[in-house]
Nanobody
Framework: QVQLVESGGGLVQPGGSLRLSCAAS????????MGWYRQVPGKQRELVAH???????NYADSVKGRFTISGDNTKNTVYLQMNSLKPEDTAVYYC???????????????WGQGTQVTVSS
């Protein structure tokens, strides 16, 4: 089995910063790519940022210049540094990973449980 555990969410004032972490564990041979998504009630989950195993990144237009995704392949961990936060960034943030497992039946797409980020004064 593969698990993704997120941490780092919370309440922050507009203009503030937060850093999210997501650690993958379990039957992992390699992680092909990882990403952060977010969702607010009544809306579809949307991509925030994505990073490949080679370090290539892409971002939603709404977060470019404010958020930075990075990864530590040795720890199977991905981070999302969020600066200059705005109220519209309020959402549940989910980690996603495309995993190749030692057990081929466990290879595939995995999600974390989500962490709440609230930007409010």
């Amino acid at each position: 089995q593969v698990q993704l555990v997120e941490s780092g969410g919370g309440l922050v004032q507009p203009g503030g910063s937060l850093r999210l972490s997501c650690a993958a564990s379990g039957s992992i041979f390699s992680i092909n790519d990882m990403g952060w998504y977010r969702q607010v009630p009544g809306k579809q989950r949307e991509l925030v940022a994505h990073i490949t195993s080679g370090g290539n990144t892409n971002y939603a237009d709404s977060v470019k210049g404010r958020f930075t995704i990075s990864g530590d392949n040795t720890k199977n961990t991905v981070y999302l540094q969020m600066n200059s936060l705005k109220p519209e960034d309020t959402a549940v943030y989910y980690c996603n990973a495309d995993v190749s497992s030692w057990d081929s039946t466990m290879s595939g797409d995995y999600w974390g449980q989500g962490t709440q980020v609230t930007v409010s004064s």
